[in-house]
């Protein structure tokens, strides 16, 4: 019987590691460890430690130069890797993973492929990673990929890895999600907080463009003509739509305000400058620490020191918006500006929701 005891010690030496079965043979590890819980085979041959899985980066890097060779990431993975947003329920969540904080290493974000807890011994799964192949290549892949027969598209490198240029990305996520989530995706590679520098709406519809006949197509143009820079978060672009939808005044995105008393300058996710009033989204990084709670606290009571009030909403009022946006009707009316009505609001979230222009709104409203 083997050493419990002195396997366990040789096993926490290679935390984080995904290799062949072979190597892990060549380490010294019987078939029979391999085959036991506390492996956890990622693809088909490679395997990594079931209490210490191998990181996001690590499982694409084998799958493109080592189960799949000159592959490229596509579609929800290349995404992950260039910071595009996209909805939760896309891909069994997969887009948590960047809600914590993560670590650089060579300018490159490390992306774990658990979320914090989660664990593979209690239910939790690793992802499925995306890669496109050219049409009539072979897929040596039986699980942990979804490999796609595609003609050849625009790509770029993030570190070591080889993944779809941003609009190629957008065009692939628009073959799965709704319009707004794509417009969303466009958003964030021109936004402030972009992880795509010298792309533009104007290159990336070139791009697009060139590729006109090919699935996602027609919808990665659409959502691009409705893309807006200086956006900071998905949920800020689908309000900018429902508002845009239901007829209300077309809002400043992320107005800059100073402070008089500090010289600083705050930003206002959607701002109506003619009234004061505006509307800030908090997403999940918002509620996740009491820091970024109390800074968000400061910087509201220093905006309404300069005589601004600020609507707050979150992923609730995102799910269901009718209630928050009779609310800011209410404001608009009350300090003179003219809102769409009550009946208007009602029907046109109802018809939102039922057309399914973004995953991220209920398909039925109450």
Not at 70 to 97: E, K, Q
Not at 248 to 269: A, C, M, Q, Y
Request: aromatic share 4%; net charge positive; hydrophobic share 40%.
């Amino acid at each position: 019987m083997p050493n419990v005891g002195r396997m366990r010690k040789s096993v926490d030496r290679y935390r984080g590691a995904l290799v062949h079965h072979s190597v892990w043979r060549s380490l010294g590890f019987h078939t029979r460890h391999l085959a036991s819980e506390d492996f956890t085979t990622v693809f088909p041959g490679y395997q990594t430690l079931t209490d210490h899985p191998a990181l996001l980066n690590s499982m694409a890097w084998v799958l493109q130069n080592r189960v799949e060779p000159g592959s490229v990431l596509s579609h929800t993975t290349a995404a992950l890797f260039l910071g595009m947003p996209f909805p939760l329920r896309l891909d069994g969540g997969i887009s948590a993973l960047r809600d914590q904080e993560l670590f650089e290493a060579d300018g490159v974000e490390r992306i774990p492929s658990l979320l914090p807890g989660a664990s593979l011994r209690t239910g939790a799964s690793l992802p499925i990673l995306h890669a496109r192949v050219e049409r009539g290549g072979t897929s040596g892949v039986a699980r942990g990929a979804v490999v796609h027969r595609l003609l050849p598209g625009p790509t770029t490198a993030v570190g070591q890895l080889t993944v779809s240029a941003p609009s190629e990305v957008l065009r692939e996520l628009a073959t799965m999600m709704p319009l707004w989530d794509v417009v969303a995706a466009a958003d964030a590679v021109v936004g402030p907080r972009s992880r795509c520098p010298g792309e533009s709406l104007e290159s990336m519809a070139g791009a697009v463009s060139a590729a006109r006949g090919r699935p996602g197509t027609p919808r990665a143009l659409e959502a691009l003509g409705l893309a807006r820079p200086r956006v900071r978060s998905p949920g800020e672009t689908i309000f900018r739509l429902l508002l845009d939808a239901a007829g209300f005044p077309r809002p400043s995105l992320n107005l800059p305000v100073t402070v008089p008393h500090t010289g600083s300058t705050k930003e206002i996710d959607l701002a109506w400058e003619e009234i004061g009033f505006g509307l800030e989204y908090d997403g999940d990084g918002h509620r996740r620490t009491k820091g970024q709670w109390r800074e968000d606290e400061v910087r509201r009571d220093e905006l309404a020191s300069r005589g601004w009030t600020l609507s707050r909403a979150n992923g609730e009022d995102l799910l269901r918006p009718t209630r928050i946006l009779l609310r800011i009707g209410r404001t608009m009316e009350e300090r003179g500006l003219r809102a769409p009505t009550e009946e208007r609001i009602r029907r046109v979230v109802t018809e939102v929701g039922a057309r399914g222009l973004s995953m991220r709104i209920a398909r039925r409203q109450r």
